[in-house]
T-cell receptor, first 111, second 116 residues
């Protein structure tokens, strides 16, 4: 069945460091892929998405590229800020509007 | 825009009682809402799909008589945990699919349930 695996956290970085959060998926076909972010005390928000192979989703300085050959959708940001501290979820569309989530990666950015 | 609220945000109840959690789309209509459950350091697990005016569709392993879902209008879905037990303690999150912009789900802030 469909599933998502992402790196376990927490990830702790200094401000302005480079960020990578790895995500790989298992799916039949080519589902849409997502990154959601959950800031403290708030609901999940869609950060970015990609709907087909080689698509690059981007938002707020974050990027992720849909890699069919490696079944990956790694999240990257060149220079993180304290305000990026949150939990990040990789996810895929499971059909019928359903979304299948990874376990989430907590990110701490130190000033 | 596209805000989803949940009420209550936190609830503590005694074992054997029932708890109702509301999920509302505040500024849009949602024909479909989803209910998720999240354990500490775990992923969101989809419990059921709630469609306005019809019966909810439950995922495998989720007891429909235990978790009653009612989607009475295009802006409100409720989840009732019946005869709650300590193992039902969890974080419950709902999401709503915009009736027009169906490609995006909007999530509520979650409800933390503690059953004593």
């Amino acid at each position: 069945g469909n599933s998502v695996t992402q790196m376990e956290g927490p990830v702790t970085l200094s401000e302005e460091a480079f960020l990578t959060i790895n995500c790989t998926y298992t799916a039949t076909g080519y589902p849409s892929l997502f990154w959601y972010v959950q800031y403290p005390g708030e609901g999940l928000q869609l950060l970015l998405k990609a709907t087909k192979a080689d698509d690059k989703g981007s938002n707020k300085g974050f990027e992720a590229t849909y890699r069919k050959e490696t079944t990956s959708f790694h999240l990257e940001k060149g220079s993180v800020q304290v305000s990026d501290s949150a939990v990040y979820f990789c996810a895929l569309e499971g059909g019928g509007d359903k979304i299948i989530f990874g376990k989430g990666t907590r990110l701490h950015i130190l000033p | 825009g596209a805000v989803v609220s949940q009420h209550p945000s936190r609830v503590i109840c005694k074992s054997g009682t029932s708890v109702k959690i509301e999920c509302r789309s505040l500024d849009f209509q949602a024909t479909t809402m989803f209910w998720y459950r999240q354990f500490p350091k775990q992923s969101l697990m989809l419990m059921a799909t709630s469609n306005e005016g019809s019966k909810a569709t439950y995922e495998q392993g989720v007891e429909k008589d235990k978790f009653l879902i009612n989607h009475a209008s295009l802006t409100l879905s409720t989840l009732t945990v019946t005869s709650a037990h300590p193992e039902d303690s969890s974080f419950y999150i709902c999401s709503a699919v915009h009736r027009v912009r169906r490609e995006t789900q909007y999530f509520g802030p979650g409800t933390r349930l503690l059953v004593l």
